[in-house]
């Protein structure tokens, strides 16, 4: 199975500033005869289910501001927050969609420094 | 729109069932396939598989074999998920969620919290 590891586990970061979260795959999630990175990105704020940000690695899903980047390939991945805004308090987490089990990192708790 | 709405919480005692439903709304159900993932009380997400919603084809996790079934309603949109032999550990919020065109979750049900206690 693919191990997804994020770091860090959580991070305080004042408004307006950079937010970086890594996620480092236990196998390379790029699919040759595409050059597509499998791995997406959900941010869960609390009491809510997941929310999709971020498809093949840097693709925003649709309606996600342009503050959320996402970047990477292979085994390492990326997500950035360019400048944090106070409804981006929340948990991040990783998947890979490479194969079955589609496992996720363990997640990145993000607040307000 | 889209929509997944699942069903309400439930309570269960150990060795008892449970089945929780997903309807799906707002989008052709069979072109789509549903996955299902797990979060326990202040952890992370726990991929359970996934079931091909044109064919009935589940697939599951290797730690979700066995007393985990996965199945379809197809005449009313809906995916079921079914807990045989409930133990403490499976106390946790139970997700369906919509797969993408390349296997990215896209929309979520609300969740359903499953307890399970003597």
């Known amino acids: 199975d693919i191990v997804l590891t994020q770091s860090p586990d959580s991070l305080a970061v004042s408004l307006g500033e950079r937010a970086t979260i890594n996620c480092m795959s236990s196998q390379s999630v790029l699919f040759n005869s595409n050059n597509k990175n499998y791995l997406a990105w959900y941010q869960q704020k609390p009491g809510q289910p997941p929310k999709l940000l971020i498809y093949?690695?840097?693709t925003r899903a649709s309606g996600v501001p342009d503050r959320f980047r996402g970047s990477g390939s292979g085994t390492e991945f990326t997500l950035t927050i360019s400048s944090l805004q106070a409804e981006d308090v929340a948990v991040y987490y990783c998947?890979?969609?490479?194969?079955?089990?589609?496992?996720f990192g363990q997640g990145t708790k993000v607040e307000i420094k | 729109q889209v929509q997944l709405v699942q069903s309400s919480s439930e309570l269960r005692k150990p060795g008892a069932s449970v089945r929780v439903s997903c309807e799906a709304s707002?989008?052709?159900?069979?072109?789509?396939?549903i996955n299902w993932v797990r979060q326990a009380p202040g952890q992370g997400l726990e991929w359970l598989g996934w079931i091909q919603t044109r064919t009935g084809t589940p697939t599951y996790a290797q730690a979700f074999t066995g007393r985990f079934v996965f199945s379809l309603d197809t005449s009313v949109s809906a995916a079921y998920l079914q807990i045989n032999s409930l133990k403490t550990e499976d106390t946790a919020k139970y997700y369906c969620a919509r797969e993408g065109a390349s296997g990215w979750h896209d929309y979520w049900g609300q969740g359903t919290v499953v307890t399970v206690s003597s």
């Open positions: 707002g989008y052709i159900f069979t072109d789509y396939s």
């Open positions: 998947q890979h969609y490479y194969s079955p089990p589609r496992t």
């Open positions: 093949w690695a840097s």
